[in-house]
């Protein structure tokens, strides 16, 4: 719970810097409109009727528009005609069933943030009708929980070029592509975390330089090479790989992460920590989770009495039996025969 509470708090830190700076996007974008189009638009509510059965909340950057046990894309299609002249935030929506959703759903309605909680949508996206392609030159904000079926295929959120926060913990996803969100080059934060991810494809992540954040816990990942990551991890800070089923970590997989300083590798199934892997971000972690792994405690692992443990630190010896659940901070050299 305690890790969560953490990620929560990156995720809200992250959406209030939005909240923050979109007002000024807004403004820029309201005069360009005005100057262009002579369009004024409101940032007051529009009346009930006009758009049930959704509702609509007041914030200082924009309208929220929330809408809920809905049983058709088809039954909130008039939105795009009903909210063209307002400042609308966000647009939620919970509890409900759309499935295919048209790309042009939401057409003419300038918006940041997107959040779809337990809905069912099938699928998500295809080459034929992009997931909201509409809306990708401003969405800056997508987190949808709970909505993907079993069996989702192929997703892409390319076509947001100015995305910064994907937040898709909680499904069924069960791979994922190097088209996945290629050409999002602004994302900072993206987690993946609670699916039942397997498959991770090579350059699934190569081109997301600016990612600061990186969460895939709770999934079902066996393999993890350096060519799935951003190709220069300039700016990743932050990587969850806990409760996954890896065994084995390559000698290149953490190379070239200079900003890496937050790593939760527990209850995986790790055996051996080789000193070549380990070395390029060792002295820089301040934070490292290995706990509930298979670390065998021998001759091999003795190149750590030549490094200070992060100030944070959780790992311990599953073998041999006479350091079992000793932890590595506690061991002595006599002990590593």
Same mark, same amino acid.
């Given at each position: 719970m305690k890790g969560y509470s953490e990620v929560s708090a990156v995720l809200l830190g992250f959406l209030l810097y939005q909240a923050i700076s979109f007002s000024d996007a807004i403004e820029e974008k309201t005069n360009t409109t005005l100057h262009n189009d002579f369009i004024s638009f409101s940032n007051s509510c529009p009346p009930l009727e006009d758009i049930d059965p959704c509702s609509c909340n007041e914030y200082r950057n924009g309208l929220r528009i929330s809408c809920a046990g809905i049983s058709s894309y088809e039954d909130i299609a008039f939105l795009k005609y009903a909210l063209k002249k307002y400042l609308v935030y966000e647009i939620n929506i919970q509890k409900s069933t759309l499935k295919n959703i048209p790309k042009d759903l939401f057409e003419g309605i300038f918006f940041k943030y997107i959040y779809f909680q337990g809905i069912l949508i099938n699928p998500l996206s295809s080459e034929d009708s992009p997931f909201l392609q509409a809306n990708s030159d401003s969405v800056e904000n997508i987190i949808i929980h709970d909505s993907f079926p079993s069996?989702?295929? @192929?997703? +892409? &959120? +390319?076509? &947001?070029? @100015?995305?910064? *926060?994907? #937040?898709? #913990? @909680? #499904? *069924?996803?069960?791979?994922i592509d190097r088209n996945f969100a290629g050409d999002c080059r602004r994302l900072i934060y993206l987690s993946l975390s609670e699916n039942n991810i397997k498959d991770l494809e090579s350059y699934s992540f190569s081109e997301l330089l600016d990612l600061h954040s990186l969460l895939l816990s709770h999934n079902k990942l066996s393999a993890l090479y350096r060519d799935m990551l951003p190709s220069k991890g300039n700016s990743l800070e932050k990587l969850d790989l806990s409760y996954n089923e890896l065994s084995h970590l390559e000698n290149d997989v953490f190379s070239d992460m200079p900003a890496l300083n937050i790593l939760r590798l527990s209850a995986n199934r790790i055996t051996c920590l080789h000193e070549s892997t380990w070395s390029p971000i060792w002295k820089q972690l301040f934070m490292l989770v290995i706990e509930d792994n298979e670390i065998r405690c021998d001759q091999h692992l003795k190149w750590i009495f030549n490094y200070e443990f992060p100030s944070t630190f959780s790992g311990s010896c599953k073998s041999p039996e006479n350091l079992r659940g000793k932890s590595l901070r506690q061991l002595k050299v006599t002990d590593l025969l």
């Open positions: 069996g989702t295929g @192929k997703l +892409s &959120f +390319s076509h &947001f070029t @100015k995305l910064i *926060v994907l #937040n898709l #913990n @909680k #499904n *069924v996803l069960e791979k």
